[in-house]
């Protein structure tokens, strides 16, 4: 049974830093492009980052500069490391390997200003 298993949320102030992790099982996802999605209250799911199998990181306009995407295949792991959180960052992120479908439950990330 492949699961994905968020961790690393929380409430933060502005400005903070949080790193989301993201373990794998069940499959190997180290041939596959994965990415981290959010979605805050009353909006659509949005791209966040992605990341190819040959560590290429893709991301928002809104959190270009500020996170970083990286991964640990050796470990199944995916990273979200996010600086200079501000309100608009709070959401439910989500990991997930979009080409395959899979998706974790998400951790919860509130940035109070």
């Known amino acids: 049974q492949v699961q994905l298993a968020e961790s690393g949320g929380g409430l933060v102030k502005t400005g903070s830093f949080l790193r989301l992790s993201c373990v794998a099982a069940?499959?190997?996802?180290?041939?596959?492009?994965m990415a981290w999605f959010r979605q805050a209250p009353g909006k659509q799911r949005e791209m966040v980052a992605t990341?190819?199998?040959?560590?290429?990181?893709a991301y928002a306009d809104s959190v270009q500069g500020r996170f970083t995407i990286s991964r640990n295949k050796v470990e199944n792991t995916v990273y979200l490391d996010m600086n200079s959180l501000k309100p608009e960052d709070t959401a439910v992120y989500y990991c997930?390997?979009?080409?395959?479908?899979?998706w974790g439950q998400g951790t919860q990330v509130t940035v109070a200003s």
């Open positions: 990341i190819t199998s040959g560590h290429n990181g």
């Open positions: 069940g499959r190997d996802f180290s041939r596959d492009t």
């Open positions: 997930g390997a979009p080409d395959l479908g899979f």
